[in-house]
Each structure stands twice: as C-alpha cells, then as structure tokens.
C-alpha cells in the first residue's frame, strides 16, 4: 500500500483554528518577523530534528520572514503560464521537492496577557508543518490563506521558545495553485502570535451593513463571538452584537466615494476597530448594481509582485498600487488568481477601490491532459476546495470593496466549483459569485468571459451570443450581467482597441466593463555578467519548462513606472468626456455617483506647439450621467496650426492625488496649418564627386544619399520590417511573425534600377523584394533640391503581386551621425502611439533624447514611434542637425541601433548604440492589437501592401537654428 507524505494530504488540517475575520483588536500581537535561521535541501524526507529546542542550527544560514527563498540564493525561480512543473499524478508530487527548514527562538513579552496564543501563518508556499518547543502543532496548506493554531498550551513564560518549520515547494496544494505566475516559495507573509483573551474574546466579528438608496437609509448589524456593544459615534450607535440597528440617514460607500464610519466592538476583555461602509450590492433586472446604481468595472486584474520580492509586499508596495490605479482612472481590481494580503484590502476601502476577491483556486494545467483528473471535478478533493474559499470569505467578509466572490480562475467546471458556490451563497448571500471558466454559467450570478473579440462582446451586449444546448441554462445566463474577466493583454508593446472594447460596454447596459490583463510586469531583478540590470523572465534561471516572457504582461515595469499601456487605459477610462458641440465643449459626466464639483477645467491654446493663452473654464456642477454645454473663451488671432487643450484636474487635494492631478483632457482643432507655396526648385548638378541636389551629394551609381550638408548619411532604404511585439509572436494568438518571417520580410534585398537625373530631380528607381517570390515594392524616389539647405523627398511605393498578408510598417531608413542625440518634434506625444494605440497622446511640441525615446520593454521589441508629426529636429545639443517635414504628417522612430539589433536582442542590455542615429520616417504602421493572448488587430489599423506615397522636407540646421 503506497503511503502519501503529510503535503499530499487531501483534507485540511484538523489541528487549525476555524477561519474567521482578520481583525484590528487591541489584543496584544508579537510579530515573529525578522531573520530567521534556514537550511535548504533538496527533498522533504530529511530528518525532523530540528525542531528540537537543542538543535544546533549554527551551520544554518540566515533568512528573512516574509521573503520566498528562490530570491535569496536557495533554489531557482521557475516559471510556467498552465504547464505543471512536475507529472501530474494528483495528489503524489516528486520526491525531488526542493524543501525549506525554518527555525526562530523568541521570549514573549513581559506580562504578555493571553487566556489563549494564537500562532497566525499569513501565507506559505505551498504547505507547512510546524513544531513549537519540540512539539508538533500542524500542517498548513492553502499557500495565499491565513492559518491559525492555538499554541498555548506549548508556550514557555521567562524561557526561549523555538519556532520550527518545514516549508516544501510542492504538495497537493500546488495542483490548486497553477496561476500563471513565478513558481516561488517560502514563508511569505507575515507569522504573529495573537493574544486572545481569557473570557468575552472577539474571535470573529462579521459586518453587515446595506444602504437603501430610495430613502438614504442604512442598516447595520454586526455580530461576534461573543457578548459585546457596537459603537458608532458618527452615528450614535450604541447597540448589543447582533442588534438589527436601521439608521435614518447615512452616506453610502463606492469606489468614487469610500465613505467609512469607524466603529468599535467591545466585550469589556477586547475591542475590535472597524472602519464601516454602507453599501447593498444586488443583481436587479438583469444588471449588478451597488446602491442601486449599475457598476461599470473599469479594472485591472493584479498578481501581487515585487522584482526584489516576489510575493511577499510590503504596505509600500500596496499603497503605490492603489495610488496608481486611482490616478489612472482604474476603478477596480480582481485579485488574481488568490486574495491578497489583508492591507490592500483595507486601503480598497479606504482609497476606493471595486474589488472581485478571488479564491486560491486554478487547476489550468490539467487542460493539457483533457483535465483528467482535474481536482475541480474530483470528489476526493471537495474538502481542500471549499475550504479554501470557507477561509477567503471569512478572512475577508467585512470589506466594503468587495462586491464579488469569484471562485477561482481558469480550473474547468465540476461538482468542487459547485460545492464552494452553495457554501458560499449560505454564509454569505450579500455578494453574487463569478468564474469564468464554467461558460454555462451554472454556479455563479454573473456571466464572464476572457479575451473575446469586439465582434463577440458586442453580440453578448445585444443577447445574440450562440445559445447554450440546455435551454433553461441559456435563458438564465442570458438574465444576467457580462463582466470581461480578461481583455486587452497587456504584454509588451500595447495592447491596442482598448477604445473599442469600452465604447461597447457604455453602449450596452449589459456589459458592465472588465478587467485588463494585467497590472504588472513579472520581471526579477537580474544583472549580467559585468553588472548591468535588467529583468529576468521564464528561462532565464535555467528552467527546463518554461513560458519565456510570458510573465511580462502587465500595465506597469516591475519597477512600477506606468507603461504606454497604463497611459492609453487612463484615458479610455476617463470619468468626464469632454467634446466639440458647435462653437463650444460639451462636458459629460460619466461617474457612477460623483458630480464634477471637485474638477477643475483648464485650458490651453497652442500654435505650433508654442503656448499663446490659458485659462480656467467656469463650468457649472454637472450630476453623474448628465452633461452640459460649455461657451469656450473668445481667443485670440494665432499663426500656424493651433489647438484648444482642456484639461479637468482635482480642484483640490485627494487622499490618492494632489491638487492638479489631471483626470481627463481633450484636444480642439481650431486652427489649420496653412499650406505655404511651392519653393522654387534649384539645379541638379552632376561631378566627379557625385551627384548634388542642394545640401544632398549622391552616390552617381546607386543614387544613395551619402551627405547632407556636413553630416555623413547612410540610406535612405526601404524598411519595412520591425522588430516583432508580443502581439506580433502571438504565443497564444493568431501570430503574424511566422507569417512575416515565412515570406522573407525580416531579410528584403535591395536592387537599383535606374538612376535617373533631370534639370531639377533627381529620379531613383528600386525594387525591394523578399527572395523565392515574385512578390515585389517598386520604390520610387525623387530628390529635388528647394535651397542650399533643404533637400525635397518624394518616395512612392507600388507593391507588385497578391500580397496576401499586411505589411509591419511601410517607411524610410537614415542614418545619421551619433553626435545627434536630441529629437524635438510637433506632433502626437509625449509618448509612443501606433495606430490602434497612443489614445493617451495630443499633438503638442516635445523633446527627448534619442535614449529617452526608447520604451524600455522587458522583452525588446518595437517601440519608441511618434506619430503624426508634421515636423522634427534631430540635433546635436547645439543647434547642429537635421529638420524633416512634410505636407501631411507621417511617423517618426529615432534609434541608437537598427531594427535588426532589436529584432536580436532577448533583453535590453543586448543593445548596443552602432554608431549612428537611426531615423525612420513612415507612411504607416500595422497595428499592435491583442493577441499575445486574445484578439489581433482590427481590420482599421490592418497595413495592406497598397500604393503609398510619404512626401518630406529634409533641413539641414546650423548652429542655432534648431527651430
């Protein structure tokens, strides 16, 4: 008979405490946090000695609690998106298990009062087995829920106690925990002892407080563990536990308005605080509403991530969170794929966040095996399961924020799921369930999805999805809300048609939003060999399974610098629309319940990029859902292209934002570049030297531009390959880069056909083709010469063939002297923008540096482009450089190395500078799209191989005349 090991066992410990609310008492606790003494090996069968209070541990080195130990020396960090990293053979895990063993000595406080000792396990990974003074007291498993043991009865008073510990990596708890993200280990979260009180202690408390959003009216019942008053000052709230108490008039809680009373719970050994807020969720006709008010989830799925330490946050690291998500218009938050510390839940509350907490729950690699003996749909493991989401929702039942329980992420359907959801809906029947996997929707109250098309979002918001076979499920999912549970994957450059997505949530009540995949960048903060940074992914600490840089797909840099995504998503989001009506601005208020009081309008008028006047607009208070006209101020006469800006901002300090803060913008045309005459063109002039078009010498047998000016010039040529995106690889899409790759786009060759000079142009055929086809680019350039120190460029591009796929991008290459490092340009900016991206960019006059122009993306791949400018400088500092203009606005990428350095590189200290600074000008882009996971790239941004034309002026600029 095979005998499992104590971490394959498949019901909870017996020895843990009851799950219950994580609570702020005023009973004592003594943080067991610190530097605790480790020793690693490589299997869990080892001797248990250790945990005697003799055992010599001076051979052990020192470790810290939180921290996972991968990330201190011991082990590696693997990553796997659904693979398991092991056979699946549940609930048996390999003999090789990488294992932890902990020991910590402490003394309790002088005149620690406790009737009993609670020793609290905030988060192990993956199960635990402890000893104190010798003695063992239980297992854990569950890697991202609390346990608790009552250890009184071991404690020593006036002598050291040892704390011992083994921690494995895998158990039968990993086959739950299959989350797409760093396989890491260790203690990581906090270890307390919690003093509970002889008599009258508040072991749990739960909070039910509803608000009536007809009359204003709350209700409030808070019930414990014992008899006690609950107290509200605010409120004159003076009433026994478990008193049904209805108060005439409160203020609600929402995410746009995190009202929280504080409240005490008092048995006269203990008082619990609480901070209160009054909020009803409920699905009425078909819709989820708070306070009666439709929610529409602006949101962001988040992993708890550090690139120094991994899972285990600190209070920091979730108050940047907030803040971030608050400044970016986010308005909510699924806890993928687990709950989250405790902390980010109560600052959910405080700063206002929508929260879908989600059960430690995902069996996706099971998939791979036709989910045989998928754990969800395995009657052995119903225990393991429903404990999981027994211990979430009673740790967290008393937050506000939450409106949703999910179940889990990505673990099939089966009778486990079930189980949890009718535990869940009898212990707490105040939030309706969601998970996504089970699309008939049997168990839950909402109807999710991941990564649908626009095409399939809209179907859903007209109830014309493909039925189900099963008539009455169909008809019940179809009674209820949509909520997009994953879109829009934000991995690398991207994504795109994030504007698309949400037109259609705010077109449909149907569909109540979504969460964008995801909020973070998984990447660990490695160095090379000679120092330089850069952050690690799948593979790069040796993992023989691995999915690469499929864990860098978030809206931030692991550092938490906002990516081009983040920006684009804060404008998508924006809670005021403001827009042209006539010759004034129509404001739109599209908070759920907030009016715009606390806003302020800008405004700014610029020509060409340079500021001509400002203002603040007097804008009356406009109510949630309504919108009103506003009269734009009389401005004055401008020269040159020119734009009305207005900006709201917060009028006032915000717990998440200072004053100034911009929440929305918009950008009026009020004033159109005039189209300057013709210049008059020079001769064309031919020499030993070569051929000279104004500031241009050429090459007499290529045709190639070889100066301009004073500057050495290498090209122009053709480009039309760029270094692949993550959309573009697709590892879990349609992926074009294959397609690309197949028919040669990565390696064109190069022919001149003619070189042809006449009085005033000089005329240079080519023909770029990928080999082994007949598929062809006529490329044409004509050169004219419009003064000593500008040079005109006409480049007409006719593809020949059936080109059956877009093109990545269709421009002109140069390169320049090195020496030229600042870039100045007017137009879209400050930051990058392709076609279906960017919408966070307004046509402005910018500057950056050839190296701030590169968008530091932990897998290198195209970034960096401008878009619609109509003119840039490429200078050296001072004044020295080149202009480039045209008639219509075109795209602008500067570059320290080709794209073929980029196209190389596996991360971003593999780039070089070359030598030169690569300038492309472009007539278009393919788009970015989704499809790293999910959707590509809608057939408007789509980059057919058509005739194109891109029309430029090339200036050469001395010294002081970078303008």
Known sequence: MTVSAWYEALSPCPAARPARAWCDSDAETLSLDGLWRFRFAGRADGPTDFAATEFDDAAWTDLPVP???????????????????FPLDPPRVPDENPTGDYRRVFDLPTGWAAGRTLLRLGGVDSAARIWLNGTEVGQTTGSRLVTEFDVTDLLRSGAPNVLAIRVVQWSAGSYLEDQDMWWLSGIFRGVDLVARPAEDALDDVTVRAGYDHRTGAGTLRVTASAPARVRVPELGVDAAAGEFVTLQHVEPWSAESPRLYDATVSSGTETVRLRVGFRTVAITDGLLTVNGQPLLFNGVNRHEFHPDRGRA?????????????KQHNINAVRTSHYPPHPRFLELCDEYGLWVVDECDLETHGFWLAEWRGNPADDARWEQLCVDRMRRMVERDKNHPSIVLWSLGNESGSGRNLAAMARWTREHDP??????????????????????????????????AEAPLADAALDARRRAMPFIHAEYAHAMGNGPGNLREYQDLYEKYPRLQGGFVWEWIDHGLRASTADGQEFYAYGGDFGEIEHDGNFVADGLLFPDRTPSPGLLDLKKVFEPVRMSADGDGLRVANHYG?????????????????????RGVLDVPDVTAGASVRVTLPLLPQTRGEAFVTVRAVLAADEPWAKAGQEVAWSQLAVAADPIPPAPARLRVHSSADGIQVGPGL????????????????????????????????????????????????????????????????????????????DLALLATYTWTALGDDRLGLAVAVEPVGPWACPLPMLGVLFGLPDTLTGVEWFGRGPGESYPDTGLANRVGRFYRTVTDLQTPYVFPQENGRRAAVRWATVTDGQGAGVRVSGPAPFGLTVRPWRTEALDRAAHPTDLRPDGHTWLTLDAGHHGIGSASCGPGVLPAYLLPAAPARLDLELHVLGQGDAG
């Open 698 to 773: 050429f090459d007499a047998r290529d045709g190639r531009l070889r100066h301009l000016g004073g500057f050495a010039v290498a090209g122009p040529t053709l480009q039309v390959w760029r270094a692949p995106t993550d959309n573009d690889r697709a590892p879990h899409g349609e992926a074009l880069e294959p397609v690309w790759r197949s028919l040669g786009l990565d390696h064109l060759r190069h022919r001149v056909d003619a070189v042809e000079v006449a009085d005033e142009a000089l005329v240079v055929r080519t023909r770029v083709a990928p080999v082994g086809t």
């Open 593 to 613: 319940v907030r009016d715009l009081a606390h806003l302020e309008f800008r405004w700014l008028l610029e020509a060409d990029g340079q500021e001509v006047a």
């Open 67 to 85: 921290a996972h130990w991968q990330l201190h020396g011991h082990g590696a960090p693997a990553y796997t998106n659904t693979r398991y990293p």
């Open 430 to 463: 105040s939030r309706p369930l969601l998970y996504e996997r089970d699309w008939s929707c049997r168990d839950v109250d909402v109807y999710s999805r991941m990564y649908l098309t626009v095409a399939d979002v809209e179907a859903i918001g007209r109830a």
């Open 313 to 325: 946050l600190t209070e920091e690291d979730m108050l940047a969170d907030v803040l971030l998500m």
